[in-house]
């Protein structure tokens, strides 16, 4: 029964957060590299939402990459109140799986600046991500980065 309530209380408090952004701010930086040794290096960079819609983001997996962009017909949900532990990012693709990044909790370590600024890192579960180098349509298991183990940092500034 508790964990039914968090659960509740956890997706009501996801919707809260989801609109928050500060007013006149630009873009954060995010940087998340795969932690496992045995793995080939996975990579996820670029500039996510603030206030606006506009993002840049490059995957890589060894030496294959492939960028997203808000002009490419892609869209981008970002949940973030690091400062709670929470942090999402969701890139949704016509006819793909959409990607999905989440923060681990316990992990957060997140540090308020200045002028609505803030640093935070994080590890994050790559849970689902589109392989590059493998051409669209993607089909399989193995057309897709399945539950990579990233650390993360962000930052923001005004």
């Known amino acids: 029964m508790k964990r039914r309530l968090f659960s ?3 997706c ?8 928050h952004a500060v007013a006149g701010g630009a873009n954060s930086n995010l940087k998340c590299k795969s ?6 290096v996975t990579a996820l960079q670029g500039s996510i939402p603030g206030d606006f819609a506009e993002f840049n983001l490059l995957l890589k997996h060894g030496k294959k990459r492939l960028y997203f962009k808000d002009k490419k017909g ?14 999402t990012l969701s890139l949704f693709m016509p ?3 959409p990607m999905t990044l989440y923060a681990l909790p316990r992990s957060v370590k997140y540090k308020q600046r200045a002028n609505g600024a803030f640093k935070a890192s994080f590890n ?3 849970l689902l991500a589109p392989k590059p180098g493998v051409r669209p349509p993607r089909h399989t298991a193995a057309d897709y980065l399945q539950d990579v183990k990233m650390k993360c940092s ?3 500034s005004i």
């Open 74 to 87: 892609y869209t981008i949900s970002v949940i973030s109140r690091l400062e709670h532990k929470v942090f």
């Open 12 to 19: 009501l408090g996801l919707v809260f957060f989801s609109s």
């Open 35 to 40: 932690s496992a040794p045995r793995q080939k």
């Open 154 to 156: 962000i930052d923001y």
């Open 124 to 126: 994050a579960v790559l």
């Open 8 to 10: 509740v209380v956890a």
């Open 95 to 97: 006819d793909e799986a």
